[in-house]
């Protein structure tokens, strides 16, 4: 199934979460990917698990740190960070941070759709 291609407004996404307090919110969903607008506004914490898919976060404003498995990162805007599946980690030390994320599903890779990188 071939999906049409289309534009999604990231920036809209991100202002509303952000003047709602934060928030996650899916901008497009295919088979094998999922990108969504993660805005988190302090002091409440980040309270995600660890995800089944790689996944990629991309800074679009702000600055904290990324703790992923132990390792503090730290994140500014522009910047693209890997997380790889089932990694624990969590933001941190943030006042109000922006990130695009994008995840690679893995059950799609899995049914051989997608070819898994090493």
Not at 40 to 54: F, G, K
Not at 86 to 99: D, I, K, N, P, R
Request: aromatic share 6%; hydrophobic share 40%; net charge negative.
């Amino acid at each position: 199934m071939n999906l049409p291609s289309h534009a999604f407004e990231v920036e809209q996404v991100r202002r509303r979460l952000e003047a709602g307090n934060g928030g996650y919110e899916i901008v497009h969903a295919s088979p094998g990917l999922e990108v969504g607008v993660y805005v988190l506004v302090a002091p409440e914490p980040d309270r995600q698990q660890p995800h089944a898919d790689d996944e990629l976060y991309v800074v679009l404003e702000g600055r904290g740190v990324l703790n992923v498995e132990g390792e503090e990162i730290p994140v500014v805007e522009g910047q693209a960070i890997f997380v790889p599946a089932h990694a624990e980690h969590q933001f941190t030390a943030y006042e109000c941070l922006s990130v695009l994320v994008i995840f690679a599903r893995e059950s799609v890779r899995a049914l051989g759709e997608i070819p898994a990188t090493p």
